[in-house]
Structures are given as C-alpha cells and as structure tokens.
C-alpha cells in the first residue's frame, strides 16, 4: 500500500477558531444551547482532532465508520489500497455488501412505516408519501422486472426520468440486483441521450410517458424515441406513466409499461451481493474536450461518503426531513437525494418543480407544508429569490430549518446575507459544500456546530481530504497563509471517482496527471490564514451556468454543426443570477447567405439546444469577422474572456495574437451586444 508518506510532513496550517475574522458564530438552532433541538453531531473542540485522525490515522478511521455506518454481509479486511499515481484506488477489500439493502432493507426491518421520500409534485398539493415498508416493495418489483428483461450484474441501465419517486426506485432497483445506472438528466437533448446511450451500450433505457416542470409538459418519451433511432443495441424500454397522456409514442415490442411489468413482479427479491468495488453507477460529466466523461463510482466507498456527509454536514438526527432541490440527473442528486439520506435512513424530499412555480414562494411553502429540517440548493437559485424580492419568503415560518446548503459554485457573500437573514432568520447554520462529480460527496465544508462560517468561504476540508495549493506553473506546494493556486488533494478518500468508463487514460490525464501524484480538482483556490479554503472556479474550459457544469469544447462544437459557422469559440462572462453565462463568438463562412441576423441568431440557438439541451442556451451569440488567433491558428480565448469580463483594459501581451486590430473590433461588436 502507497500514500505518499514523504510528503505528510508537511500538514496544511492548523485552523485556529478564536477571533477570526470575517467568522460568524455558531447560529442557535446547531449550537446545543436549545434543549428541545438535537445536539449537533460534531462539537466546536472536535473538528481539528478528527480531522486530524482522518488523515494520519485513516486506515482506522475509516475501518470504525465503515462498521458503524454500514451493513456488511461480508466484512472487508484492506481498508484502503492503491494511490493517485497508479489510479488503481480501492476501498473495503474482501467486503460484500449491497447498496439497496444498506439505503432500503434494513430502515424498512427497523420501521416499515417511517417515510422515506416525500415526492413534492410539479402541482401544489399534489404530494404524496412513500413508507420505506412500500419503499422496498417497489425497488423489489422494479429490480425483479429488469431481471426478468435479462439484467444481470454489470449490466448499464440508463434512466431518463424527470423528478419522480421512480427515478430514486429505478436507481435502487438497479443497485439491488447489481446493474449500473446512468441516469442522464432530462433536461438533456434526444442528440445528447443518443451519444450517452451509445457510449454506454445500454440495453434498457427506463423514461416516462411525459414529465412536468413548472407548469409545463416534457415529453420524455418522444426524446427518448428519437434518441434510440440511432441506437440498435437498445432492447426494451420501460415507460412509467407520470401524465397518463393519450397517443404516447409506442414501439411494439420494445417497449412496456412499467406498473404493468411491476404487478407480475414479487414484493420482494433478495439483494444480490456486491463487492466493495463493483461500480454502482456512471453519471457523465463534461470536461475541456467535446466528448463527456462517463464518471465510474463504485459501490461501498461512495454509499458511506454520501450517508456521513448526510449526518455530519447536514447534521441530521433522528426525525430530521431533508429537502435537496437538485436534479436527480446530476451528481448532488445521486448523493443528496437517493444515497446520502436513504442510506443514513432518514427522510428525503423530490422536489418536481421549479422555486418560480407557482409564484416566488414555492420552496418556502414546501418547507413549512413539510416540516424540512434541512434545506440545500444552488447560490443561482438564492440570487433568483433575492431578486424576486423579500415579500415571498416574509410570511413563512421556516421555524423547523436548523441547516441551509449551498453548491455548486461560490457563493457571493450578498446571496450568503439574504440566505442567512431572510430563510435562517439568522438561526440556522450555512454549509457552503465544495465538492464535484468525481468526488462523490462533500469534500470541503463546514460543519453546523463545529466550524464558524465564512461568508464566500467553503471553509474547512471533510474527514480524510487533504487540500493542498499548489503553483499552477511549477507544480511546487504552497504552504503559506494566503496561498492562490491550483487547488488538488493529496491523498485518496473513500468516495473518489475510480475510473472514467472505457478510458482508463483519460481519466489518468484529466485528475492524475495534472499535477502527478495529487488528485487535480479543476478549480483554483485560496487558502487564508486561518486555514480557510475559498474557491475561485474552474481554471480549465469548464463553465458553470446556474450550477451546470458545461463544457465549451462540447458548445462550440454544437455551433459548428451549423451550415453558416467557421469557427466559434464559448466563454463564460459573469452573470449576476446564473453565476456565468455563455457567450459565443462566431465567425461565419464567408459565402454564407442568411436572411437576417435575428433569424440566424434562432437558428443557432436551437442547434445548441437540440445538441445538448436548453440548459445550453446561449445567453449571447455575436457573429464576428474573425477570432483572436495565433500564428498557428489556435484561438486566442483569453482575449475573449477578457472582454466579456469587462477587463478588455487589460488584455497584457498581445503579440501571440496574430492580428492585434481585431481586438478593437471584437471590444466594439461585444459592446453592441450588450447595450
Ligand atoms: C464544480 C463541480 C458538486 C455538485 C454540483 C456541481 C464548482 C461546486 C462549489 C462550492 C465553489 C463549487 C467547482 C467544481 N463547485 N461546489 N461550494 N463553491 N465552487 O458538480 O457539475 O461536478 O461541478 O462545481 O468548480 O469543480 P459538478
């Protein structure tokens, strides 16, 4: 076994609690002082000793919570082996377990009555409640309809399902019999599901009649139809009915309803033994190339991250209803929603609907109708209310809330304020949670009654992670307070991705390589002087609009399948709501003929739309005589990202561009744009 032992001399700064600056206090519904509310779970005195353990002594600190947390049907012996630079990471050796049974089974033993989802739908007043008792049932009867299709161990099953109790049931479902999920978020185009699908060689794909969001209607299926054109290796498609629509689109043969498949089905069938280290699911994510990554998590170091980060980041006890309002298509849903809550056993929401619908009040509705104790969303949604006004949040009692989340971008400290002031009425704590797809779960945060809060600041590194900043250029470490950086972790932790589906290599490139030995996150960060971590965003050719993590490679190269593009090149520009925006530069063939620019504006728009999803609009296209390139004709998108900063003064050395005067025309067409 191998963990860089040379380098753990030298530790990060140690924290230190007293008189920080900038630091609020411990609020009053985490601190302990309220009698009738729960103690929290991790103490202010506690954090640094456990930290600390987590590192220096993590074979046994992960041993007891894996025994603690988890239920083994056969107990593991290697607790950790294999490093970043062999990417060869392997957790709980020896151990069988199974991930439905750890998230279902054994809450539904222990009280078949306790609610395990409350689904919130699109409609107000249409919730409804599942025991995990019926819980069980339903993940049985749909993992025992998936076998009778053939599914076995290792199978890919891809699920393309909008906020429905049975994307949490399919996901589980898949789990219980040892298939692989992909879900793929429906927010994603036919083109971008045929490309997933392809890649991943499903057999099965599980969608629904329609789905509902915000009032209006998507037609899941149809997308899905339209998708499977180009994928023959697609057997059997299980519809469920969400709208009970007329005329849905139906192939013979291929496809089936789902209630109907269920009822042949026994209420219950057995779990089937996993190892440690069978992948449980692939999520893909985008990456600086145009090509997604199918992100591979395996089975028991994912699920016991996903439940310790529920219970020791959220600060969950007994009784406690958690509301995450993510997407079960992406990453914080598969930890937030499903695994992290289900495995802990406590009570989790699904949340169909937007925060706008019907009016600006929704969450908080939801919030008081259900009693949330906790409460996690994206800083986009928080400005989104902010902007709406405080008079929708004013008359709610929000009195049941101890802890308020935050992911997947920086959180600008106005938005943390309003959050704080006008949803925690200053009495709740604010995890700001830094973490990303391949992490699993929470890797940096702080803790409701142990760490004091930064406004801006992710605050503290979770057991067993060990940031560390380094020199974007040298690759050298930085050990000074106030450090500024490339932003990667030393050591592996139990729920770091293990591989990128079918490209081993990539995968080592991407994380591995980067900076070798470490784990390389893709962000920058700074590190303060009281050892607080704040995160500066991306420094590849990621952007992140509304918490959506887009690759530009993937958007430009939407654009270029336009007839009328030369070239196109996406930068992300600062957006007060969505956190970035995507503004795309184009140069279009000289002898292109259009009939105005307005209708290839639309155009374009709906090519980027039908090639990914709505979610990639484009906030700004500008068509341009030319981009800003080298001699050798890379393009130059520093340049770009400058102007739409409002930083075009300066734009520094231009002599790699190969022709400086077409900075001043791109400064003028980008001021045109946004006037
Ligand atoms: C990227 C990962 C993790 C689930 C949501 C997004 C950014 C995430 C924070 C935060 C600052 C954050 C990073 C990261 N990010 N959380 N609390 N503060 N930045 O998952 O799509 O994999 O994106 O989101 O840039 O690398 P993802």
């Known amino acids: 076994m191998r963990v860089n032992l040379g380098q753990n001399a030298q530790l990060a700064p140690p924290l230190r609690t007293k008189n920080m600056e900038g630091a609020v206090d411990i609020p009053a519904r985490v601190n302990g002082s309220n009698d009738s509310l729960p103690k929290p779970h991790i103490k202010p005195d506690e954090y640094a000793a456990m930290h600390k353990r987590s590192l220096e002594q993590s074979d046994e600190f992960w041993r007891e919570t894996a025994n603690k947390m988890l239920a083994w ?35 539904a033993i222990r009280d078949p009555n306790q609610i395990a989802i409350i689904w919130e739908a699109d409609e107000p007043g249409e919730d409804t409640k599942i025991t995990y008792g019926e819980l069980l049932r339903r993940v049985c009867q749909v993992a025992g309809t998936l076998r009778s299709l053939g599914v076995k161990k290792g199978d890919l099953v891809i699920i393309y399902l909008p906020m429905i109790p049975e994307a949490a049931i399919a996901m589980l479902a898949c789990a219980r019999i040892g298939a692989v999920h992909s879900v793929v978020f429906a927010g ?55 709208t009970g629509a007329e005329d849905v689109p139906w192939v013979s043969g291929r496809d089936m309803w789902l209630e109907e498949k269920m009822k042949e089905q026994r209420a219950y069938i057995p779990p089937v033994l996993m190892s440690s280290e069978d992948p449980l699911f692939v999520l893909y994510t985008s990456g600086s190339t145009g090509r997604p990554k199918g992100i591979v998590h395996t089975t028991a170091g994912y699920i016991l991250c996903a439940a310790l980060t529920v219970k020791d980041v959220f600060d969950v006890h007994a009784g406690d209803k958690f509301g995450c309002m993510a997407d079960i298509g992406w990453i914080t849903g598969h930890t937030y929603i499903v695994y992290g809550p289900l495995v802990l056993g406590t009570t989790t929401l699904i949340f169909e609907s937007t925060p706008m619908y019907p009016n600006p009040s929704r969450y908080w ?88 809060a930064k406004p801006g600041s992710a605050t503290v590194p979770f057991w067993g992670i060990e940031p ?57 960060a700074a590190r303060d002087k009281d050892g607080y971590i704040w995160i500066k965003g991306r420094v590849d050719d990621v952007i992140n609009v509304s918490g959506h993590r887009l690759s530009t490679a993937e958007i430009e190269s939407a654009l270029g399948g336009h007839p009328g593009v030369a070239e196109a090149a996406v930068v992300g520009a600062p957006d007060e709501v969505t956190g970035q925006s995507i503004t795309a530069f184009l140069a279009l063939k000289p002898d292109y003929v ?35 390139k080298t001699r050798s004709g890379k393009i130059v998108r520093r340049v770009l990202r400058k102007i739409v900063c409002n930083e075009a003064d300066q734009l520094g050395d231009l002599s790699s561009v190969s022709d400086p005067s077409i900075v001043d025309h791109l400064k003028e067409k980008y001021a045109e744009a946004t006037k």
């Open 365 to 452: 509705d939801v919030v008081d109708k259900h009693g949330l104790t906790q409460f996690y969303t994206a800083p986009t949604s928080i400005r989104l209310l902010r902007r709406m006004g405080t008079e929708h949040v004013a008359s709610y009692k929000l009195d049941t809330l101890r802890v308020l989340g935050t992911v997947g971008e920086p959180i600008n400290p106005e938005a943390w304020q309003w959050y704080n002031d006008n949803v925690g009425r200053g009495q709740c704590a604010i995890v700001d949670t830094y973490w990303m797809t391949e992490g699993g779960a929470h890797m940096i945060t702080s803790l409701p009654g142990a760490i004091r």
């Open 594 to 628: 259009y009939e105005s620019g307005e209708a290839l504006v639309k155009e374009l728009t709906i090519q980027v739309r039908r090639a990914i999803g709505p979610f990639a609009t484009p906030k700004r296209i500008i068509c341009v005589e030319d981009l800003p």
């Open 188 to 242: 994603f185009s036919a083109d971008s599901l045929r490309d997933r699908v392809q890649d991943s060689s499903a057999r099965v794909v599980i969608t629904s009649d329609e789905g509902k969001r915000g009032g209006r209607t998507i037609a899941a299926k149809s997308i899905v139809d339209a998708a499977l054109k180009e994928c023959p290796g697609v057997e059997h498609v299980l519809v469920v009915k969400r």
């Open 468 to 524: 560390v900043i380094l020199d974007p250029h040298t690759g050298k470490e930085l050990h000074d307070a106030d450090a500024e950086g490339a932003l990667v972790i030393r050591k592996p932790w139990p729920s770091v991705a293990r591989t990128i589906m079918h490209d081993q290599a990539r995968f080592m490139d991407t994380y591995m390589r980067a900076y070798p030995g470490y784990f390389f996150t893709g962000d920058s």
């Open 73 to 107: 049907d056969v107990p593991f012996k290697t607790v950790q082996h294999g490093s970043f630079d062999e990417g060869n990471i392997a957790y709980f050796l020896e151990g069988h377990l199974n991930a439905s049974y750890n998230a279902v089974d054994r809450w």
